[in-house]
């Protein structure tokens, strides 16, 4: 259990979890089993199985047109999968998945909808104080009035995740969200959703290219390539994580290099 | 200092090449060098202005004129809004009517003039339906486009975040398609303007166009020249509500 890997200060690295002693007794939230799903003659996923658990936060990583987007669609109702089965609490999912709320990577805001409004997007009754209230957790008091046009690419990125998170989801579905925010503001936003993430005890999958990222974020990364499960490797560092330590470079570099290395089927 | 001067004179610029062509018209005719048979001087044109609506003869026109824009633009406008929004909308509407209502747009509204007073007379009926039928296609290609060609990323994550039916329709649907409607709308009034001076010229006993015909059997030159400044007015007039809508409604594009 305890490998032989020191952080950048030399202390030891305790890797006192493994990912089946932190996750192994919680409920299982989705089970998919040999998940295939073709568009017309093209096979973009060829028999995925995954098992999530409760509280997990599970990335997704491989090359583009892998199929890792087309799975958390999947996952999300918009998709229906060609063969195979997407299970939730043990109950086949059919149509959108109400209890999953999905951020997108180009936002989709209502460009006509205040802030406030466009968070507050599909719900009814009294919901107007929660909504400014979300926002003030994502860090953008201040902003309920503004409209969506004048706001920068991170302050988006923020409605997006207050939009998602207002409705109290059990899963947490973040399609590359970051991936054209600018470095800094991106690292800003990874301890964001950390931090949304531990505090409301959420399921997250995050599909993301950015190795890097998945490692930073992550319990545990699913490599997918030519549209199976290549690898599903635990992240059992503490955090929040050092993007500095020798430890995390050695998953980042691990993934990479099986990233770069194509499969051999 | 120096950019708010430059400022008022940008606000000026627009109206200078008016004012200067005015002031030249108004100086040839007082010279003489104009006849008032061939083109009245502006001030003669705001005399007979005057005169005619202190006889009543003008808000008669005018009041007439508006009343069949009108009529005829609502009854028109609805139509084809309904109709664009149900083909935009449903399928099988779309499959049923769409093809059918490209075709008539194609029949130039104008041309039905001679039916028109053979079916209807010169009463207020065909000049109504001439209306209507010129602003019923304008209408109805931008609200069906609009509709139709939503961003459907919206429209998804619409659905992924609890949206569906009726309200799927009014929170992004509607909004999505409401740009492409108004500039129907715009253009509809144009048209509506245009279809009504030509159908008030041609057979009427009453209206701002039939105003202007009278005249010219008694050569009043003034009242020609009144009528069609008129319908410029309202022209714009039309043109500064519809713009106005626009920036409430499309409030949200200007920010």
């Not at chain 1, 406030?116 to 008091?141: F, Q, R, T, Y």
């Not at chain 1, 590359?176 to 991106?186: F, K, S």
């Not at chain 2, 005249?215 to 039309?238: H, N, P, T, W």
Request: aromatic share 8%.
């Amino acid at each position: 259990m305890v490998t032989g890997l020191r952080q950048a200060d030399d202390r030891p690295v305790t890797v006192l979890h493994s990912q089946d002693e932190l996750y192994g007794s919680k409920k299982v939230v989705l089970e998919l089993r040999n998940i295939r799903k073709h568009y017309q003659d093209q096979q973009v996923l060829k028999g995925v199985n995954l098992t999530i658990r409760e509280g997990e936060f599970v990335a997704i990583i491989g090359r583009s047109g892998c199929g890792k987007s087309t799975l958390l669609r999947l996952i999300a109702g918009l998709e229906q999968q060609t063969e195979g089965e997407v299970e939730q609490n043990r109950q086949p999912l059919a149509g959108i998945n109400h209890s999953a709320r999905l951020m997108f990577q180009n936002g989709r805001f209502l460009p006509w909808k205040k802030v406030v409004d466009n968070v507050g997007i599909g719900l009814n009754g009294n919901w107007k104080k929660s909504a400014v209230e979300a926002l003030e957790a994502v860090g953008l008091s201040g902003f309920a009035d503004k409209y969506p046009l004048t706001l920068s690419g991170g302050q988006k990125q923020r409605v997006a995740l207050a939009r998602a998170l207002i409705n109290q989801p059990e899963l947490l579905l973040l399609d590359e969200p970051l991936g054209a925010l600018d470095a800094l503001t991106r690292m800003e936003m990874q301890d964001l959703i950390e931090k949304v993430w531990k505090k409301q005890g959420l399921t997250c999958i995050l599909v993301t290219h950015d190795v890097e990222e998945a490692v930073r974020l992550a319990d545990r990364v699913i490599l997918l390539e030519q549209g199976v499960v290549s690898e599903d490797l635990a992240i059992p560092l503490e955090r929040p994580r050092t993007r500095t330590s020798a430890s995390f470079n050695h998953y980042t570099e691990q993934l990479l290099y099986k990233l770069l290395t194509p499969k051999n089927n | 200092m120096k950019i708010n001067v430059r400022k008022d004179l940008m606000h000026v610029l627009p109206w200078l090449i008016p004012i200067v062509l005015l002031l030249v018209w108004q100086g040839l005719s007082s010279l003489g060098v104009l006849s008032a048979t061939v083109l009245p001087s502006p001030l003669g044109v705001i005399r007979a202005g005057i005169r005619l609506f202190k006889s009543g003869e003008l808000m008669n026109n005018l009041g007439i004129s508006l009343y069949r824009a009108m009529s005829g633009f609502l009854i028109g406008g609805i139509t084809g809004f309904v109709l664009g929004l149900c083909n935009g909308i449903f399928k099988v509407s779309d499959s049923l009517f769409d093809s059918s209502v490209q075709m008539l747009r194609n029949v130039p509204h104008l041309s039905l003039i001679p039916l028109m007073i053979l079916w209807f007379g010169i009463g207020e009926t065909p000049k109504i339906v001439l209306v209507a039928l010129g602003v019923l296609f304008p209408i109805y290609i931008n609200t069906y486009h609009g509709i139709k060609y939503v961003d459907k990323e919206l429209v998804e994550m619409g659905q992924a975040y609890g949206l569906n039916g009726l309200s799927l329709f009014t929170h992004i649907i509607f909004p999505g398609a409401l740009s492409s409607i108004l500039v129907g709308v715009r253009y509809a009034l144009g048209v509506m303007w245009t279809t009504l001076i030509v159908a008030e010229t041609i057979s009427s006993n009453s209206g701002i166009g039939y105003m202007a015909m009278n005249a010219r059997e008694f050569m009043q030159m003034d009242v020609i020249v009144l009528s069609i400044l008129i319908y410029a007015l309202l022209g714009k007039c039309s043109d500064l509500i519809a713009k106005l809508f626009e920036r409430r409604w499309l409030r949200w594009s200007q920010v």
